[in-house]
């Protein structure tokens, strides 16, 4: 199972790039900066780096064809949320992030939740420690 982390080179993205090599999974290190993403390194050879910049409200249409899930640690999510979802729903990827903010989660399940059940595929906001135990 292939997993891409957008926004990877960020405090949270190399924590969860960090988790999920040890346990050695295929990675997908994506985010706005190549610079910053080639900085962390391959991962004994387990990631690949994919530059995806939002531009006109989306994300590149094939940067998650070959990923299972896609999680997304790019801050802020109200604006980078929705493409990231888009894109990972659209390559049949299940989707998950940390977001905190109540106005974003509902809007999320509001827009999203239809499109990838249609799909077979889960899009979960809020899964940050605070909040994924107790929602």
């Known amino acids: ?10 405090h949270l993205g190399r924590l969860v790039v960090t988790e999920l090599s040890q346990r050695k999974y295929p990675l997908v290190l994506s985010g706005r900066d190549r610079e910053k ?7 004994d050879g387990l990631a690949v780096i994919r530059e995806a910049r939002v531009v006109d409200g989306g994300v590149s249409p ?3 064809d070959d ?5 997304n640690c790019a801050a802020p999510l109200a604006e980078l949320g ?9 390559a049949d990827a299940h989707y998950l992030d940390p977001a905190g903010q109540q106005a974003y989660i509902h809007d999320f399940i509001t827009r ?3 499109s990838a059940r249609l799909r077979g595929v889960a899009a979960i906001p809020a899964c940050g420690f605070d909040y994924a135990l107790g929602d």
């Open 62 to 64: 094939h940067v998650f």
């Open 37 to 43: 993403l080639a900085s962390l390194g391959d991962y």
């Open 1 to 10: 199972m292939t997993v891409a982390v957008y926004g990877a080179a960020g």
């Open 67 to 71: 990923c299972q899930v896609v999680i």
């Open 112 to 114: 999203f939740d239809e």
């Open 82 to 90: 929705g493409p990231v979802a888009v894109a990972a729903i659209n």
